[in-house]
């Protein structure tokens, strides 16, 4: 369940879902099949499309995660931060190095895509076609795993994706209210053995006569839980994956159609200016009787343990403090503590204060405000890639010298160091920001991130620069 960027997210605030199936691959985007050792990344992102191009007309397609989270052919290679230009270059790299997805969009017909209307400043033709491509880049997601250990319920699914005609059934506005990528989803999720006896069904409460990705997400995650205390072999647990940080807007909270009535900055005010009484039955309902947070779920559901004692929390007779405490212990080793954190923010503190002394950065609320952030994606920021198709930063220097670093992880501390090092500051401060708005960052992600930032600060001599 992800939500959908720009303005048309911003109006209805409904979202988007997908499937997710993580021991899956595909070879021309239309058809599954199991991975194999000889496949680098495993898992597809399959979904529900419309209007893809002009003329190329799909039901529904499978993405490689590489592809569909970062717009890259591996995951290691994912952009540190991002602007509309960059992923536009992205997005252009891979449409020329995949000719099999190329020929998807113009329908394998050369004069058609001679014919087709180009973004402008890029080589790539204009389509819905570019929402499949680095999803992440501009939103966050969150994942309801239905985890079997036997891989039975994923094969059963793909045999029945592999199975569904892949013409498209509606218009692009029909495609909004009869067969949206929720119902897709749904009809889908119908296929796996038990989901219907566990009680996945659709949400009326929440979505009335149409289908929402949170409506759907509940009703299965909820579905899950059941076959969960079922069957030892299959166990549910939620995946947060937070978006890069950039120039894209943070994503907002999708919202079951009902809720969103009550809810959306556009639509609330008027609701409560007519109907005042209205408003404030639909607002209670909502944030008291009808609650389901994604965010509080992966609270308790980050991992099998996690789940495992959730579900037990929940039984009779069960020691609900001994259960508590694990749990908290659980999420300290995940999330991080609050000690660890703060030890982290102080000894970040230092570092700025060092990298100010040596005229790195501006000064520190430069970086404290996302302001560093904002001035290494902004106009004279550009893309290039090197032989091994990784994403390079490039710039112009106050001096007017061309500087360039990578903007992967793996190559951030081998291009200039200087650049490489505010893109990490900017990046970490960036992280300390999501941990303080829902502190949902994973404790071995970020160290990682300061691992690499501490060895560029190394190789920058940053103790020695400010004693000089």
Known sequence: MESIPGTAGYVSQGGH????????????????????????????????????????????????????????????????IINSHIRKKLIENFYFNNSKFRKMVVNSDPEFEKGMKLEKGYRIPIGRWQNFFGARLRRSMYIVWINDKTGEKENELVKAINGFSNRPKYSTLLFLFAGNCSKWVKKSLFQIDGMKE???????????????????????????????????????????????????????????VVESVFK???????????????????????????????????????????????????????????????????????????????QKKNHFQSILQKAEAARFITNIKHVKKGKLLRELVDYKADLEFDSSGNPWLVRTDENGEIIRTGLTMETVSKGNLRLGFQILLARIQWQFKQKKRDRRIIKKDFQTEW???????????????VMQ
């Open 17 to 80: 879902s997908a499937i997710f199936l993580s021991e899956t691959c595909t070879d021309d985007f239309v058809s599954l099949r199991p991975c194999t050792a000889e496949d680098e990344v495993w898992g597809v992102i399959v979904e529900r499309t419309a209007s893809f191009s002009k003329k190329a007309k799909y039901d529904w397609l499978a993405m490689p995660i590489d592809i569909r989270f970062f717009a890259l052919s591996k995951e290691k290679k994912a952009p540190l």
């Open 198 to 256: 566990a009680g996945f069904s659709h949400n009326w409460t929440g979505d009335g006569f149409f289908t929402s990705p949170k409506g759907m997400t509940e009703e299965a995650f909820n579905a899950a839980k059941k076959l969960m205390a079922k069957d030892r072999n299959v166990f549910v647990t939620v995946e947060f994956l937070p978006q890069i940080p950039g120039t894209f807007p943070e994503s907002n909270e999708p919202l079951y």
């Open 264 to 342: 959306n900055k556009l639509v609330y005010p008027v609701i409560a200016y007519f109907h005042p009484i209205v408003f404030l039955v639909g607002k209670f309902y909502f944030q008291f009787i009808k609650r389901f947070f994604i965010q509080k779920k992966y609270r308790s559901y980050f991992n099998f343990e996690a789940a495992t004692l959730t579900v037990k929390n929940k039984s009779r007779g069960a020691n609900k403090t001994l259960n508590e405490r694990k749990l908290r212990e659980l999420r300290d080793s995940f999330f991080g503590s609050k000690y660890w954190w703060k």
């Open 451 to 465: 691992n690499k930032l501490i060895e560029v600060a190394k190789k920058l001599n940053l103790e020695k620069t």
